[in-house]
């Protein structure tokens, strides 16, 4: 029996680097490879269920071409945004069914097929068809930038207490995605040097200095909690099994909890169309008017500047305003003949 499941082992190995790769076995070696270790790797694993169902576990590779590839897209564009609605909940009216965005296509159904595809004819030396992937990745509509007034901060700011308002405020400053100050921790900060670390995307780390107001909020919070930055004061005793919360103690923030801080924060600051992560754009914005996109892109931590150009309005607005400041002069500048000349000796002599 031992050697049999031995057999079975070596050979469910070898499947795995064999030319004619399956998309079974060539999900499982990217898995192991690459997709356990993404940030959000329970999203790749859901991409890569979804991929074996529509194509077939046992579909080889070298099968996989523009026109299945083709289909595939039009399928995924073709079905529908899960309901939100909650059972035994009544509502006035239907909810309307929404199908998949463009962005969502392509984040859940080519993208993932492609890096897989590419990473096995690269990589692993597997047989793979032609594909252009530039034919079948949609077009997604430019990311909005949404800036907030001084006004409306302060207004949202209002609504908010108990260590979500710190970590808002924290955003507003620095320009941090929400999961990197979620798990921004003591380790990663240095008051002595004036910087903190925080982990982006593809679990990338980037060095951010410190302003008065950032040294300030973080001196704050010590104290509160040996490992996290960030806590919130719970607002009641929750019992939930070996865990639980006490009113009035710290606990650290969570994602959840922070949506829902924001999510009921802004209508009642009266503000409209804003999101948590307008505060990235709002930190963003402010620092280009100050300085440039270099300085932009290294603060927000995008690879490409060309990513960073989104935020080039501000410098539209910029100028602007010196347009707007330009007036005529009292007297003409053309510059005499006499006056030429005379700059002339001024260099002779020099």
């Given amino acids: 029996m031992k050697r049999e499941e031995a057999r079975a082992i070596v050979k469910a190995e070898a499947a795995l680097f064999a030319p004619d790769l399956t998309l079974l076995n060539a999900t499982a070696r990217y898995w192991q490879e690459v997709g356990q270790h993404h940030e959000n790797a329970s999203n790749t694993l859901w991409s890569m269920g979804w991929l074996k169902d529509h194509f077939g576990e046992s579909i080889l590779l070298q099968e996989i071409d523009d026109s299945k590839v083709a289909t595939m897209v039009a ?6 945004v899960p309901s939100q609605r ?16 463009a962005a969502t296509v392509n984040r859940t159904a080519t ?6 595809i590419l990473r096995a004819g690269a990589l692993w030396g597997a047989r793979t068809a032609t594909i252009d992937w530039s034919k079948h990745l949609l077009p997604e509509p430019k990311e909005r930038v949404r800036e907030a ?3 409306e901060e302060a207004a949202i700011m209002a609504e908010l207490a108990r260590g979500y308002d710190v970590a808002v405020e924290f955003a507003f400053v620095n320009g941090c995605r929400r999961m ?20 982006g995307k593809g679990n990338k780390s980037r060095v951010i200095p410190m302003t008065k107001r950032t040294f300030e909020i973080l001196w704050a919070q010590q104290n509160y ?3 996290k930055v960030f806590t919130y004061v719970a607002a009641r005793t929750v019992k939930m099994g070996n865990r639980g ?15 829902i801080a924001m999510r009921r924060a802004v209508p009642k600051a009266g503000v409209k169309n804003f999101h ?12 280009l008017r100050n300085s440039n996109l270099k300085v932009v892109q290294q603060l927000l931590g995008h690879e490409d500047i060309k990513t960073t150009t989104k935020y080039a309005h501000a410098m539209m607005d910029d100028v602007l305003r010196a347009m707007e400041a330009a007036g005529p002069t009292e007297s003409p500048t053309e510059t005499a003949k006499t006056d030429i000349k005379a700059l002339k000796d001024i260099g002779k002599a020099g």
Avoid: M
């Avoid at 709002?282 to 620092?287: G, H, I, Q, S």
């Fill in 75 to 80: 399928k995924r564009r073709g079905e529908f």
């Fill in 86 to 101: 909650k059972p035994g909940r009544k509502y006035k009216t239907p909810e309307a069914r929404k199908r998949v965005s």
């Fill in 111 to 116: 993208q993932p097929l492609r890096e897989i």
């Fill in 149 to 151: 007034s001084s006004g």
């Fill in 180 to 199: 990197e100050i979620l798990g921004l921790e003591w380790s990663r900060v240095d008051f002595f040097g004036r910087q903190f670390t925080v982990i």
């Fill in 225 to 227: 909690h040996a490992e």
């Fill in 245 to 259: 919360l006490i009113k009035g103690n710290r606990y650290p923030l969570t994602e959840a909890g922070l949506k």
């Fill in 276 to 287: 948590f992560h307008d505060t990235r754009h709002t930190a963003a914005t402010r620092v």
